[in-house]
T-cell receptor, first 110, second 114 residues
Framework: GEDVEQSLFLSVREGDSSVINCTYT??????LYWYKQEPGAGLQLLTY?????DMKQDQRLTVLLNKKDKHLSLRIADTQTGDSAIYFC??????????FGTGTRLLVSP | SAVISQKPSRDICQRGTSLTIQCQVD?????MFWYRQQPGQSLTLIAT?????????ESGFVIDKFPISRPNLTFSTLTVSNMSPEDSSIYLC???????????FGPGTRLTVL
């Protein structure tokens, strides 16, 4: 089947905004998620968006959803070095099955 | 949210042996899942652990290789059987949150097979 695609790598400077993009596959997905994985750790749920929403804001995080293009993005405002991690998008394709993106490694430099 | 713990956190095993990974949730949950994350890769769903019945496996995963138990609503185990170096991965369990359709993940078990 098709992959949930993400760019592999993003490098930003501390204080800048980061935008991580994701193209998902199933137009009937009900929820879409962003997870963060720090080195040697499990996955931390950052935020999620229901498919009937265009945007969701949660403190420094803004999620944008374009259902027509099956495009999801995560914007992190005022990026900090502690935000350096791998970020995965995921779609809920039904029966609670999550299909994960390929992951974007975010590197924040001082 | 659900707090999930896994044991062991990591292990190094010899080929041909088996390892059982435990997953404990701090509250009763309806659904639990097992994922595999191969080195440098994304996560792939292995199976849904069903309480009181056989697990539901995804394509490419079979019960003989990855037997799963779920004796109650807070606990599950995954066994990696007859291991080979290709089984070296991080194995993660997750649980479905009660209020929203969100999955919370355990810290993972890092398995190395020599």
């Amino acid at each position: 089947g098709e992959d949930v695609e993400q760019s592999l790598f993003l490098s930003v400077r501390e204080g800048d905004s980061s935008v991580i993009n994701c193209t998902y596959t199933d137009s009937s997905s009900t929820y879409l998620y962003w997870y963060k994985q720090e080195p040697g750790a499990g996955l931390q749920l950052l935020t999620y968006i229901f498919s009937n929403m265009d945007m969701k804001q949660d403190q420094r995080l803004t999620v944008l959803l374009n259902k027509k293009d099956k495009h999801l993005s995560l914007r992190i405002a005022d990026t900090q070095t502690g935000d350096s991690a791998i970020y995965f998008c995921a779609e809920n394709t039904g029966f609670q099955k999550l299909v994960f993106g390929t992951g974007t490694r975010l590197l924040v430099s001082p | 949210s659900a707090v999930i713990s896994q044991k062991p956190s990591r292990d190094i095993c010899q080929r041909g042996t088996s390892l059982t990974i435990q997953c404990q949730v701090d509250s009763q949950v309806t659904m639990m899942f097992w994922y595999r994350q191969q080195p440098g890769q994304s996560l792939t769903l292995i199976a849904t652990a069903n309480q009181g019945s056989e697990a539901t496996y995804e394509s490419g995963f079979v019960i003989d290789k990855f037997p799963i138990s779920r004796p109650n609503l807070t606990f599950s185990t995954l066994t990696v059987s007859n291991m080979s170096p290709e089984d070296s991965s991080i194995y993660l369990c997750s649980a479905l949150g009660t209020l929203t359709d969100t999955q919370y993940f355990g810290p993972g078990t890092r398995l190395t097979v020599l």
